[in-house]
């Protein structure tokens, strides 16, 4: 704290991510990481271009990159938009289209990050309560709005929503923009871009950094209709006119082209899941069906923070929200085999004693 602080900035409570400890041999679980690395054709492709280009700034528009993901998803160039990380494009879009005078709405239970874009950007905005299965209930969001966003599938819960429930929900909001984010879509989701044909207030937001194993890199994009896109690309243009450095656009174009690992790399982690929830479930545990990398927990003997706690003492990190509604849970990214083994035995340790 000090004298010189905005007033802004005095009232702040900003997002706090999972921590990254420097601690060798630790199980690390607390941030949905790709328990992978990325393809070995996307490390290339960053030291190629690292080795030539540096002295140059990037491609603002982030041309090539932009027409790799067109591609992939089915649709133009000018309606895909690249940031620095998906909670860049993710703030962008809170300025551009979620900001209106009547409220923004979101689930009580989600992504953390959007009450404090709220704060920073002065957006007002009304939470709408999952139902007792921590599912959002569509109909729920009939009522006074400015525009919505979900994760889908949410966080931290992993539970989806089918597409028809948000082609429903656009059909009750035709003139509010939507967004859907989609961070975890990969593994097991479906994916609302089908939908932004006839819906020009549909924004979908993905990211790199779990199903590519790429949240070093930072790289989100949002697909959408042009008019939309171009909202984000005034923001940008406001605040940061390269956020994608040279490297890393070329690292984000070599993954897109590497399908087959794309594939292999998310099937081994939906694969990691089931076993993971298999074995949880086996000592007790309730586990919210997940279509993501990760699983929402609780056991019906001990409290999140306790069983957090003592996972951390054997090196087994995992994500704790101490919320009213989460406080029970245990957020547990899926990793690799022997993670899933060493977060089992630690369990069974930890509830015999
Ligand atoms: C991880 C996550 C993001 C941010 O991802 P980055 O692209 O790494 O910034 C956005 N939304 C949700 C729901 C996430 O879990």
Known sequence: MSRFWSDLVRELEPYVPGEQPRVADLVKLNTNESPFGPSPAVTAAITAEAAETLRLYPDPQSSALREALATYHGVKPDQVFVGNGSDEVLAHAFVALLKH????????????????????FG??????????????????????????????????????????????????????????DEAYVDFGGETAIPLIAEHPNLLVVHTMSKSRGLA????????GDAGLIEALVRVKDSFNSYPLGRPVQAGAIASIEDEAYFQDRRAAVIAGRE????????????????????????HPDRGGRELAQALRERGVLVRHFSAPRTADFLRITVGTDSQIERLLTALTEILKG
């Open 216 to 223: 070093g890199l930072r790289v989100g994009y949002a697909i």
């Open 101 to 120: 005078d009547a409220p923004l709405l979101f689930p009580d239970v989600t992504y953390s990050f959007y009450p404090v874009y709220c704060a920073l």
């Open 123 to 180: 957006i007002d905005y009304d939470t709408v309560p999952l139902d007792e299965a921590m599912n959002v209930r569509v109909a729920d969001y009939r009522r006074p709005a400015g525009a919505i966003i979900l994760a889908n599938p949410n966080a931290p819960t992993g539970v989806a929503l089918p597409r028809d429930e948000i082609r429903r929900l656009l059909a009750d909001h035709p003139d509010q923009p939507v967004v859907v």
């Open 275 to 298: 076993r993971m929830t298999r074995g949880l479930r086996a000592l007790g545990f309730e586990v919210l069906p997940s279509s993501a990398n990760f699983v929402f927990a609780r």
